[in-house]
């Protein structure tokens, strides 16, 4: 698939629906991929840590979750079609695989948010196949027995929900080992299936403006705000160079 190079972190060009396409073709092969799913706050974090930024170059899947990185790439003249939410997609994926056909493992959150988010789907679809549930706070010794619950169920698709840049960087670290087809970092989306945490309305979605929503619910989110500007500048006085 045709990249995006937007400050050095490699964007597959892909709509929603191209990206569920591809991730079905990963179930059936027997090598793990990784799949990211960087808004503009995870690329800029990239743009500042080399090292993070080739492990999201490394994923076989990395798509626009946030509307600020399709802003960028019409900056750069390599217009990404469509946003493409880490939610969305794990949220099509459950549909489209909510018959049992593959397996699912929950990895991430506080304490129970996992345990609640598989009893909501579960509400929705009887028949999804739910092989295994970790909360997303451990140390050393339990981060063993997690990483040997998730080898023993080998689960087709491993949701690892620990947040950036701490997800990316377990999945890299594990995924050759973990007997998982398909390792998706997808942020807080636990939070979002267990009733946590309220997705923004539609009307915002649509109009790309996700973000102030969340700002109005949550004021004390402004400073992490502050890097969406940043980010936009940056792009347009950058380009496409690493530093």
């Given at each position: 698939m045709e990249k995006i190079n937007i400050l050095g972190v490699n964007v597959d060009n892909v709509t929603m629906d191209a990206a569920?396409?591809?991730?079905?073709?990963?179930?059936?092969?027997?090598?793990?991929?990784?799949?990211?799913?960087p808004n503009s706050e995870i690329i800029m974090s990239a743009y500042n840590d080399e090292e993070f930024c080739r492990q999201l170059n490394d994923a076989s899947l990395v798509v626009p979750d946030g509307i600020g990185v399709v802003y960028a790439s019409r900056i750069l003249k390599a217009p990404l079609p469509e946003r493409v939410a880490g939610f969305d997609l794990a949220t099509n994926l459950i549909k489209k695989l909510s018959g049992g056909q593959k397996s699912f493992y929950f990895f991430g959150g506080k304490p129970g948010i996992a345990e609640k988010a598989k009893e909501n789907l579960l509400s929705q679809y009887p028949s999804l196949n739910i092989c295994g549930l970790s909360d997303g706070y451990y140390d050393e010794e339990k981060e063993k027995l997690i990483i040997e619950d998730i080898k023993q169920k080998k689960p087709d698709i491993l949701f690892v929900c620990l947040g950036a840049p701490k997800q990316e960087k377990w999945i890299n670290k594990?995924?050759?080992?973990?007997?998982?087809?398909?390792?998706?970092?997808?942020?807080?989306?636990?939070?979002?299936?267990?009733?946590n945490v309220e997705r923004a309305p539609q009307f915002y979605r649509?109009?790309?403006?996700?973000?102030?929503?969340?700002?109005?619910?949550?004021?004390?989110?402004?400073?992490?705000?502050?890097?969406?500007?940043?980010?936009?500048?940056?792009?347009?006085?950058?380009g496409k160079r690493l530093r």
């Open positions: 569920v396409c591809k991730v079905l073709d990963f179930l059936n092969e027997d090598v793990p991929h990784a799949v990211f799913t594990y995924k050759n080992e973990l007997g998982a087809k398909v390792l998706m970092g997808i942020g807080g989306s636990l939070d979002v299936f267990a009733g649509n109009h790309g403006i996700e973000w102030l929503y969340r700002l109005l619910k949550q004021p004390s989110r402004f400073v992490r705000m502050l890097a969406l500007p940043k980010f936009g500048l940056t792009v347009l006085f950058k």
